[in-house]
């Protein structure tokens, strides 16, 4: 069986050749593109630190308004006795601190005190972190304490 020339597709131009060898290029590069992003560990390693960082953020607003609405929950059921207790225990232990940190400052070896100042810098650079840490543990611990006697 014999081929007629209707029966084969025309040969492209080389215009369109030129078109097809662009799109080829192209193709190609944005698969090359694709597998070096893919590779790129520390790239895929920031970008998912940055959004861990952003649920982190959101979490931590969240737990920030349950901890203020438990607060005040708590506060709002308090007698008064009760709260001229805690203020009273509050100024006790403020004292008891503070002599003790006199203490530390006249016993204390100086490079442990270095160390122990560097530790506190560090905490007050995250303070919201360790605030909202120590929130989300109170409101556990509320929660649970609250479920245990109802």
Do not use: C, F, Y
């Amino acid at each position: 069986m014999t081929h007629t020339p209707a029966d084969q597709p025309s040969a492209p131009n080389p215009e369109q050749l030129r078109e097809q060898i662009e799109q080829t290029r192209h193709d190609l590069g944005q698969t090359v593109q694709a597998l070096a992003d893919k590779t790129d560990v520390k790239a895929r390693t920031q970008h998912k630190a940055g959004e861990l960082k952003e649920q982190a953020v959101v979490k931590a607003d969240e737990l920030k308004a349950q901890t203020a609405k438990a607060t005040s929950q708590v506060q709002d059921k308090l007698p008064d006795p009760v709260k001229d207790k805690a203020a009273q225990a509050a100024g006790q232990v403020r004292a008891t601190a503070a002599q003790a940190g006199r203490m530390w400052e006249k016993k204390a070896p100086a490079p442990l005190r270095q160390k122990a100042a560097q530790s506190a810098q560090l905490a007050r650079g995250h303070r919201t972190v360790l605030l909202v840490a120590a929130a989300g543990v109170t409101v556990l611990w509320l929660t649970s304490h609250r479920r245990k006697k109802g």
